[in-house]
C-alpha cells in the first residue's frame, strides 16, 4: 500500500488529494479511509503536524487545500492485517521477490507448517508533496520502519540521482533491497531494484517528469503480542515512500 496523488506539486489555493493505493507496479484501487485500520495518519509542513481527520468511506483518503508553501510530509501507518497462505509456492515467490534471504530455512527449524498458515502485516508508508517551491527537508518520524528522502526532489538538483536512507527501528538497514517503481506522465511503469549500502543509504538514478515509489521489506518472527492475537508465525513490515521529480 502507498500514497498516491494525481498532483505531487501543488500550488497555493488547489486541493491536495492523497489516495491509499493498494495493488501492483504502482497501479491499484483507491481504497476508502477507514480509521479502524490506521494507527497513525498525519502530515506535516513547516514544522506544523495536521492529524487526518477524515470521515469513514471518503475516498481520497485526504483532501485539503494547500495554504502555505512548503515540504509536505504525509505519513501513514497501518494497524496490522492478516493474511493466510494456503500454500508454499505463494509464500515463496514473495521470498523470493522481495529477496528476504533463507526464510525457508528458518521456517522449517520453527517445525512450521507449509500449509495453510499466517502472516500479519503492517504498513508504513510515506509522500513527498511539493506545495509552490517545496521548500524543506524529510526526516524520520520514528516508524518501525520507514525511508527518509535525504535529497528534496523539489528543490535540490536530482541529476546525480535522489539520496536515500533505510531505517528499521531507527538503526541504518544495511544491503537492503528497495524495489523501485518509476511512472511517467503517460502512466507507463518500469521497475528496478537497489541495495543499500553499509550505511543504510541509496541513491535512487531518476528522471525529471516522473513519479517514484520506493519499497522495502522486512520479515520477522512476530513478537509476542502479535503472534497471540492473530496466531501469525511471520510478521512482514513494509515501508514505502512516494515523490515525483519536477520537469525540466
Given amino acids: 500500500m502507498w500514497l498516491d496523488t494525481k498532483n505531487f506539486q501543488p500550488q497555493i489555493g488547489d486541493t491536495v488529494a492523497i ?5 501492483q507496479n504502482f497501479k491499484g484501487i483507491n481504497l476508502s479511509y477507514f480509521k479502524n485500520r490506521i494507527e497513525n495518519f498525519f502530515w506535516e509542513l513547516n514544522s506544523a503536524k495536521t492529524v487526518v481527520k477524515s470521515r469513514s468511506g471518503d475516498i481520497p483518503a485526504i483532501k485539503t487545500p494547500a495554504l502555505e508553501n512548503g515540504l509536505m510530509v504525509v505519513v501513514y501507518h497501518s ?9 508454499w509456492q505463494k509464500f515463496d515467490d514473495f521470498i523470493q521477490h522481495k529477496n528476504l534471504g533463507l526464510i525457508e530455512q528458518v521456517h522449517e527449524s520453527r517445525n512450521l507448517p507449509k500449509t495453510n498458515f499466517i502472516e500479519s502485516y503492517k504498513r508504513f508508508s510515506k509522500a513527498l508533496i511539493g506545495i509552490g517551491p517545496g521548500q524543506g527537508n524529510d526526516r ?6 520507514e525511508f527518509v528522502v535525504l535529497t528534496n526532489p ?9 539520496k536515500v536512507l533505510l531505517l528499521y527501528q531507527g538503526i541504518p538497514r544495511k544491503h537492503a533491497q528497495i524495489e523501485v517503481f518509476q511512472r511517467s506522465s503517460s502512466g507507463d511503469v518500469s521497475v528496478f531494484y537497489i541495495k543499500t549500502n553499509a550505511q543504510g543509504k541509496a541513491i535512487i538514478d531518476v528522471l525529471p517528469g516522473h513519479d517514484y ?8 518472527i512476530p513478537e509476542g503480542g502479535t503472534a497471540q492475537n492473530s496466531g501469525a508465525v511471520w510478521e512482514s513490515l ?11
Fill in 19 to 23: 489516495e491509499l493505493r493498494n495493488g
Fill in 79 to 87: 494497524r496490522p492485517s492478516t493474511l493466510t497462505y494456503k500454500d
Fill in 140 to 145: 524520520s518520524y520514528k516508524l518501525e520502519t
Fill in 154 to 162: 523539489y528543490t535540490e538538483d536530482t541529476s546525480n540521482g535522489i
Fill in 213 to 220: 515509489l520506493l519499497d522495502a521489506v522486512i520479515l520477522r
Fill in 238 to 248: 513494509w515501508a514505502a515512500t512516494t515523490f515525483s521529480i519536477p520537469t525540466e
